[in-house]
């Protein structure tokens, strides 16, 4: 129920939880915005960036044939969008909340990095594919041991964003450390939601930036 009070010899309308009517719809607008930006920087979608930045910025030295990139594309952005599209699908399993999307988006991009360093080593691929799925690989192991062992929920939108602009400064230019940036909204909206702590968040960076410092030393002793 609303109630008045007045202000400055004006009448304001407040709600029950003594919040105004234009503080109530910029906290909507807030939380609306955050949501926003968590659907944006998925680790699907991040991926589908590196995967295309990298097919753009060094071509055949990142992919050895078009057919690598869009089997990139698959391994590393749409199976991993499976696990959202079902639980968004099934009432069983939407009924189920975020911890089961959580659970099966983390077995599903498992498999799909697993699927990708295969084909970067059966299928002939470069370097830069063999480094970029190992980096995905190894952080993915990294966050399923941390939540399913250690009930430890690290950041998978800070691990997802963290990693492929760190890849891409290695390979392409320091330029790409303005990516960065992203951290920002990133660490904002996770906490406007509640959905990590600080802790959670920086571990989610760590993680992927760790992993790719493992992804070089294993890709210089395979390649």
């Given at each position: ?74 391994s590393l952005t749409l199976l991993p969008m499976l ?82 602009f760190a890849l891409l400064t290695y390979l392409v ?51």
């Open positions: 129920m609303e109630q008045m009070t007045a202000a400055g010899g004006a009448k304001l309308r407040v709600d029950k939880n003594g919040k105004t009517k234009r503080e109530t719809a910029l906290t909507r607008a807030e939380t609306s915005a955050a949501k926003a930006v968590r659907v944006l920087t998925v680790p699907p979608v991040m991926a589908l960036m590196l995967a295309t930045a990298l097919f753009l910025a060094l071509g055949k030295t990142a992919f050895a044939r078009p057919i690598n990139y869009f089997e990139a594309v698959f696990p959202y599209a079902l639980c968004a699908a099934v009432p069983s399993m939407r009924r189920k909340g975020r911890k089961l999307e959580r659970s099966l988006a983390i077995v599903f991009s498992l498999l799909g990095y697993v699927m990708g360093t295969l084909f970067a080593i059966l299928g002939g691929g470069t370097r830069v594919e063999l480094m970029m799925y190992l980096t995905y690989l190894i952080s993915g192991a990294l966050l399923a041991l941390l939540s399913f062992a250690f009930r430890f929920k690290a950041s998978g939108h800070t691990c997802a964003a963290a990693g492929p230019g320091p330029v790409w450390l303005a990516g960065y940036l992203i951290m920002v909204p990133i660490f904002t909206s996770s906490l406007k939601l509640k959905r990590h702590s600080v802790a959670q968040l920086i571990a989610g960076a760590a993680v992927s930036v760790g992993a790719l410092f493992a992804a070089i030393g294993l890709t210089n002793l395979i390649r």
